[in-house]
Each structure stands twice: as structure tokens, then as C-alpha cells.
């Protein structure tokens, strides 16, 4: 039996907890027909248009105004009861992987090795759904990203290239949407000197910023970190000395 941070075993059960919040949230939603929050909001016009009426008793026109009230308490707490029910179990989560692992859930899989190797965003995989809502309740609940590669560029020519979104730099998997993060770069061969990439992305206040980080000789995943946080990326600066080389970007 495979144990719990393994990464197909946790896989599995992101995907199973992405898809529970996503029914939660669905239900959370005022203007669908049928969803639990629809259905408290019907009812609460019922009590509105009793209070409406102009044959109505002093009496019972306090006991109704106290009754809208509690159903509007309801409403407006109701996001707040039901988006811990999953997301509650993070600090569960977290323990154990401390105690097994010495690191949190998210930087344990940092997809450095294999055995911490998970695809948060791969496509075309019976994941997708599930995955996704899991990185959303994650990043909502936490404030802040999980690990996992974003975009990716490879430098063909030896010449220094500025590659921009959908024109050299790919965004991996089945969504590159992300809250605001700093970036890692990877390379995908060692170099053997220090190599200075430019990253220019979209910061959350929408403006475009571009910092330049630098990957020592001999590494390639080393936490190299961006100094800022994106929302997007627009485009990679790479460096001649790069060619043949791919670039990855990696959420921090």
C-alpha cells in the first residue's frame, strides 16, 4: 500500500478534495437555480413579501423583520461556513507531512526529485477538474501559491532573445492562471558559468515590471527567485549562452 505522500497517493486525494470544494462552491452561487444559496434566498422572499403586505399585524410585522434577520445573518455567513468544510483540512494535512516528512505539504512536493514530484496542471488527464479546484482552494485559503511549473521556453538560436507569451514561451499544461506569486527558474541543463535571465510579467495592480535573476554555474533547479510577484508572465530575456537550453517558470 502506498503511503500518503507518495505522490500518486496524494495526487489522488487533491483531486477527490478539489472536487469537493468545487460542489461546495457551486452551491454558494445566489444566481444559479437550484444551488443551496438559491434556495435560502427564495425563501427569504417569501418573509419580504409577507412584510410587504399592508394588512400585516404590528405583531407580526416584528416577528418578520426579526425572521428576515436570521435569513440574512445565514446569507452572508454561509460563504464563510462553507469554504473551511474542505480547506480545513490543510492544517491536518500539514501536520502529517511535517511529522513524516519535515516539510509543509507544498514545499515538500517541490518537484525536485522524484519521489516530490506532482503535476498540479498537467492536461488531458481525468485530474483536470479536480486539480484545478484544489490549486484554487489552496491559493484562496493559504494565500499563496503550491509549487508547480507554469511557462517554459527554449532558446534556439545563440543569440540573446527577448521571447515573448504564445510566441516562444509556452504556458504548461491545461491553465496557467495563478494568484500573485513569485517566480522560480529552472533550467533544464546544468550551465557552466552564472547565467542572468530577464523576466518581465504583470503585477497584481496591472502594471508590467521586469526584474533579472541570475542562475549559478553548475545548478539548475537552485531557487532562483524572483524578487517580485506576478500575476502573469509576458515575456523571458534569454541570453545566448542558453541555446539549446530550455527555461522553466516555476510559481513560488
Known amino acids: 500500500m502506498a503511503y500518503v505522500y507518495q505522490p500518486a497517493t496524494f495526487k489522488n486525494m487533491a483531486n477527490l ?145 527577448t521571447y515573448t507569451v504564445g510566441s516562444g514561451v509556452t504556458a504548461y499544461g491545461y491553465s496557467s492562471d495563478f494568484t500573485s506569486s513569485a517566480f522560480e527558474v529552472r533550467l533544464a541543463t546544468k550551465v557552466n558559468n552564472n547565467t542572468s535571465l530577464t523576466v518581465t510579467g504583470v503585477l497584481d495592480t496591472g502594471n508590467s515590471t521586469s526584474v533579472t535573476v541570475t542562475v549559478g554555474a553548475g545548478t539548475s533547479y537552485s531557487d532562483v527567485l524572483t524578487t517580485q510577484k506576478f500575476t502573469s508572465l509576458t515575456s523571458l530575456g534569454i541570453g545566448s549562452s542558453l541555446s539549446g537550453n530550455t527555461v522553466e517558470i516555476w510559481t513560488r
Open 17 to 161: 478534495m478539489g472536487l469537493a470544494d468545487k460542489n461546495f462552491q457551486t452551491q454558494l452561487i445566489v444566481t444559479q437555480a437550484g444551488t443551496a444559496a438559491s434556495h435560502i434566498l427564495d425563501t427569504r422572499e417569501y418573509v419580504t413579501a409577507s412584510i410587504g403586505d399592508t394588512t400585516i399585524s404590528n405583531t407580526d410585522l416584528d416577528a418578520s423583520a426579526i425572521l428576515l434577520q436570521a435569513y440574512r445573518d445565514k446569507e452572508s455567513s454561509l460563504s464563510r461556513e462553507v469554504n473551511t468544510i474542505v480547506s480545513s483540512l490543510f492544517t491536518s494535512i500539514n501536520n502529517y507531512f511535517t511529522t513524516v516528512t519535515a516539510k509543509t505539504m507544498r514545499n515538500y512536493y517541490d518537484s525536485k526529485s522524484t519521489a516530490t514530484t506532482l503535476d498540479f496542471v498537467s492536461s488531458g488527464t481525468a485530474f483536470t477538474t479536480g486539480l484545478a479546484a484544489f490549486r484554487t482552494m489552496y491559493s484562496r485559503t493559504q494565500n499563496q501559491e503550491l509549487i508547480y511549473k507554469a511557462y517554459y521556453c527554449k532558446q534556439t538560436v545563440a543569440v540573446d532573445t
